[in-house]
């Protein structure tokens, strides 16, 4: 069964700083690759995803994010962070041969995004 | 589209009392997904359902929890009894369902019980 990893629990980063938030997944070829953002008191919204092809994606609000086959990581990155990306993130996989088809994802644990000004 | 709709947004009810959770999927899609999202447990599947069947209920934490979708535009999601430990914000997400496309997600239900 396919994992991800988020090793950073929490992170801060001063407005205008660069941001990356790390994700490493476990599974046996390359899965379908999601990063989701949750703002307080939402529900999660997609940022971007990965199927296969250009190994960097680019998403909403000015993410991207690089998929390494050689490290098993999907990171998402933002060249200058702004007060409103303050949220929680996920890293999630998907199973591109999920027996009974569908769309099962397999969430991270989250990142916690704290901006300050 | 409205999107996913959840109701309630807040429950609180006492430790025994059944509770009972509702989502309206968007129109046209054939998957749904009940969550449960803890602290200390992060976002965990509850259970999925494709065509208004269960195809994996295998986290559904106990038979207390019991899900539904007796139709395509409705599924409910129970707990009975309740117990302290439910407490959560539960989201319903739904999704056209082929492996590439995204999940949908509602606003949530935050459940306390006292």
């Known amino acids: 069964a396919q994992s991800v990893t988020q090793p950073d629990i929490h992170i801060t980063v001063s407005e205008g700083a660069s941001l990356e938030l790390r994700c490493n997944y476990s599974?046996?070829?390359?899965?379908?690759l999601f990063w989701y953002v949750q703002s307080p008191g939402q529900g999660l919204q997609l940022l971007l995803k990965y199927f296969s092809g250009d190994t960097l994606v680019q998403g909403i609000k000015g993410f991207e994010a690089e998929f390494k086959r050689s490290q098993s990581s999907f990171n998402l990155r933002k060249p200058s962070v702004h007060w409103s990306d303050a949220a929680e993130y996920f890293c999630a996989v998907g199973d591109p041969i999920l027996t009974g088809g569908g769309n099962k994802l397999t969430f991270g644990t989250g990142t916690q995004l704290k901006v300050e000004l | 589209d409205a999107g996913v709709i959840q109701s309630p947004r807040h429950e609180v009810t006492e430790m025994g009392q059944e509770v009972t959770l509702r989502c309206k999927p968007i129109s046209g899609h054939d998957y749904l997904f009940w969550y449960r999202q803890t602290m200390m447990r992060g976002l965990e599947l509850l259970i999925y359902?494709?065509?208004?069947?269960?195809?994996?209920d295998s986290g559904m934490p106990e038979d207390r929890f019991s899900a539904k979708m007796p139709n395509a535009s409705f599924s409910t999601l129970k707990i009975q009894p309740s117990e302290p430990r439910d407490s959560a914000v539960y989201f319903c997400?739904?999704?056209?369902?082929?492996?590439?496309?995204?999940?949908?997600f509602g606003p949530g239900t935050r459940l306390t019980v006292l």
């Open positions: 599974y046996g070829a390359t899965p379908y």
């Open positions: 997400a739904s999704s056209p369902g082929t492996p590439k496309n995204e999940q949908f």
């Open positions: 359902f494709n065509n208004n069947v269960p195809i994996d």
